[in-house]
């Protein structure tokens, strides 16, 4: 009866719009039915904001910058240390992500997979594209999750997506369901995978605000930031008759080849990042860099029309770091 005299003397001071309250109860801290408590709502508790922690960039930001983005369908650069855009172009823009992609298929694996995980390739690694890069991975071939999640970054193999994505999905097309469930989870609402490694597809898009969600997430695992950091990677994986077979490749990020023409600017280290190519997507690349202080930031280019003009304008945009 108290809980309800309570109430109705709540009800009828909001509906009389009176303007000061009377506790028709004595005020007690420790009790659930005091007038004061039930006014107050002492056990109201208040929600985080999903991008409190977040960059949020509702249009294209260009202030205050020169930087010769022109080549670029889309551009985004990120300080993390304050969630600012210092510049952004197109980044709500739904586009081919090529190789991108594998960002997202590094992130499932870090998050349900285990490193040393045992891998065996079925037929789904034989992929025939055209220009589609392979490490060469036949049925039957072995390999440990780790040896396969450093093809995958650092050689960008569309194969090792492959092994990959059924190992770990069970099927491929499960692996994208878990893909896509990730992008949601992450707010990423503008992005759907169509597979795990990138080769165009209809369906398959996202956007360069996106991908920065996607980076952002992925970061916070100390196994991708090594990985990404490499300058290559020689392993030794096994066939279907235990006979070795030898993988010795560089990466395909220019910044970090060793004997690359290609060299961010001098103020700014790039830690390391992912490339993508195709005929529809153009060159891509996403990078996570630090200034002189070790401030962190991520960069974003899409939709480029040569390597040489993706590397002018990611060192463009990396210029614009220390302004």
Do not use: W
């Not at 506790?23 to 009790?31: G, I, R, T, V």
């Amino acid at each position: 009866m108290a809980v309800i005299f309570c109430l109705l003397a709540l009800m009828s001071c909001v509906l009389s719009g009176c303007g000061n309250l009377a506790y028709d109860m004595a005020y007690s801290a420790d009790s659930n039915i005091s007038s004061f408590n039930v006014i107050s709502g002492q056990d109201t508790g208040t929600a985080t904001p999903f991008s409190s922690n977040l960059c949020v960039v509702k249009d294209d930001v260009s202030e205050g910058t020169d930087a010769d983005l022109s080549k670029a369908t889309a551009a985004l650069l990120v300080s993390l240390d304050d969630n600012r855009a210092i510049y952004a172009k197109n980044v709500h823009n739904t586009l081919n992500p090529a190789s991108l992609t594998k960002v997202m298929t590094a992130l499932v694996v870090l998050k349900y997979g285990r490193l040393d995980q045992k891998l065996t390739a079925t037929k789904s690694v034989n992929i025939t594209e055209a220009g589609a890069v392979l490490c060469g991975l036949k049925a039957g071939d072995t390999m440990t999750m780790d040896q396969a999640l450093r093809i995958l970054l650092i050689y960008s193999a569309n194969d090792a997506a492959m092994l990959i994505a059924e190992s770990i999905g069970g099927t491929v097309d499960h692996f994208v369901e878990m893909m896509n469930e990730e992008a949601a989870r992450l707010g990423a609402t503008n992005t759907h995978f169509a597979n795990p490694h990138g080769l165009t597809d209809p369906n398959h898009y996202t956007t360069a605000y996106d991908l920065y969600l996607i980076f952002n997430e992925a970061i916070k695992y100390e196994t991708f930031n090594e990985i990404i950091h490499m300058t290559g990677y020689q392993t030794v994986y096994y066939d279907k008759d235990g006979k070795e077979k030898e993988f010795d490749k560089s990466t395909s990020n220019q910044f970090l080849k060793v004997g690359s023409d290609y060299s961010a600017p001098a103020s700014v280290t790039v830690i390391g990042g992912k490339t993508g190519t195709t005929k529809a997507a153009g060159h891509c690349l996403i990078l996570l860099a630090r200034d002189v202080n070790g401030s962190p930031y991520i960069a974003v280019t899409m939709g480029v029309p040569s390597t040489q003009e993706l590397y002018m304008t990611m060192t463009d945009l990396l210029e614009e770091i220390q302004k």
